[in-house]
Structure formats: structure tokens, C-alpha cells
């Protein structure tokens, strides 16, 4: 089956800025997730998706982030202004409702100069 | 705070050498899950484990889950350079359905 596919793999950026990245997560898989991985540290999730419904955005910071996940299957994740700390990979994943395991992208890493 | 405590952080060994890693937390986990992640790539699952006590082997790798469910371990038999890697554990806690990821254990093998 075909992976979930992230574009663009890497961006450039000026602080203040504004980016989005986009996620097409496995056919079938109601569940979709954004984490944001720092460098030297393990993924940190930003936001979880059920269909169309936010499940938990406990962590995205909602004053410069934002997703949407129109009609349950594509998602994109936008920054806007960004900050230098936004500089990382972020990471989308998809799962089962009942999750076996995520299968995640190969990321987009952002760097914010 | 990080709920998932991995130890050591970093390892450097040489080719044909044991190893252990660790996964540590108070927290008690309904599932725990294992992946390994190459550089400019996603974490790929390696192996989940649900019962308290449960082993699993995949090749050279024996994974083991804690009989409370708080913790687990990774050992890798006779480590090769292709088992270099960031090796990162994520639990679920009961009832949720998001995972909360260790901070990663990065390891090089060396011919």
C-alpha cells in the first residue's frame, strides 16, 4: 500500500513568515496526527485528527499554528508568523481508529532563519 | 515533562557488541510500541507490546514489556552497522488514543 506522502520535504523560511505543509495519510486510516520532532528529541504530537474532527490539539501552539483536514482525508498544517523555534521536522502519521501503530511521512523539516 | 524516560541517550558500539536500551515510566501504559527512525525519514514501527511480561523477538532484536506496564527494553544481539539509528519507545495510555514518545535512544554501530 502507498505510504502517507508529506510535501515539501524541506523549507526555508524567514522568521515572521508564514508556511504550510501538506499530509495525504494512508486510504482507510480515519486517524491522522501532526507531530513536531526538535532536533536530539522524540516527536511531540501537535494535533490529532478523527475524520474531520479534532480529537485533541492540546499542544498546538493556536496563536501562530493551524489544521484543518478537509473531508477526512488530506490535512495541512500552517504556521503563521513563524518563529525561529519553530525551526524542526514535522512528522504526520496515520492510524487505524484503533491504532496498531502509526505509519508516519517522511517529514518536512522547516528551518526558520 | 516527558512521561517516557529512554536511557542511555546516546550509544556508540562496535559491530558484533550486545546492547541494551530502556524505556522507563511511572505511568502505567495499555500498549507500548518500539520504532526506529533513519536520518531524513519517519520513525517506522518495529513491534507493539500489550501484556504485561510479553516478549518479542524480531530477528536480532528481543523486546520485552514490563509486568506492570511501566517500562520496557530493547536488546539487540550482535549488533550490526545497519541497526544505527534513533530508537524511540511511545506508550498508550488506557482509554486515549495518542501516543506520548520517548525523547530517543540514538545509536551507532561501528565497522
Known amino acids: 500500500e502507498a505510504g502517507v506522502a508529506q510535501s515539501p520535504r524541506y523549507k526555508i523560511i524567514e522568521k515572521r513568515q508564514s508556511v504550510a505543509f501538506w499530509c495525504n495519510p494512508i486510504?482507510?486510516?480515519?486517524?491522522l496526527y501532526w507531530y513536531q520532532q526538535i532536533l536530539g528529541q522524540g516527536p511531540k504530537l501537535l494535533i490529532q485528527?478523527?475524520?474531520?474532527?479534532?480529537?485533541?490539539d492540546s499542544q498546538l501552539p493556536k496563536d501562530r499554528f493551524s489544521a484543518e483536514r478537509l473531508k477526512g482525508v488530506d490535512s495541512t498544517l500552517k504556521i503563521q508568523p513563524a518563529k525561529l523555534e519553530d525551526s524542526a521536522v514535522y512528522l504526520c502519521?496515520?492510524?487505524?481508529?484503533?491504532?496498531?501503530?502509526?505509519?508516519f511521512g517522511s517529514g518536512t523539516r522547516l528551518t526558520v532563519v | 515533562t516527558q512521561l517516557l524516560e529512554q536511557s542511555p541517550q546516546f550509544l556508540s558500539i562496535q559491530e558484533g557488541e550486545n546492547l541494551t536500551v530502556y524505556c522507563n515510566s511511572s505511568s502505567v501504559f495499555s500498549s507500548l510500541q518500539w520504532y526506529r527512525q533513519e536520518p531524513g525519514e519517519g520513525p517506522v514501527l518495529l513491534v507493539t507490546?500489550?501484556?504485561?511480561?510479553e516478549v518479542k523477538k524480531l530477528k536480532r532484536l528481543t523486546f520485552q514489556f514490563g509486568d506492570a506496564r511501566k517500562d520496557s527494553s530493547l536488546h539487540i544481539t550482535a549488533a550490526q552497522p545497519g541497526d544505527t539509528g534513533l530508537y524511540l519507545c511511545?506508550?498508550?495510555?488506557?482509554?486515549?488514543?495518542?501516543?506520548?514518545f520517548g525523547q530517543g535512544t540514538r545509536l551507532t554501530i561501528n565497522p
Open positions: 502519521a496515520s492510524s487505524l481508529v484503533r491504532p496498531g501503530g502509526y505509519t
Open positions: 485528527f478523527q475524520n474531520n474532527g479534532v480529537v485533541d
Open positions: 511511545a506508550g498508550l495510555h488506557q482509554g486515549a488514543q495518542k501516543l506520548v
Open positions: 486510504s482507510g486510516h480515519a486517524t
Open positions: 507490546v500489550v501484556t504485561g511480561g
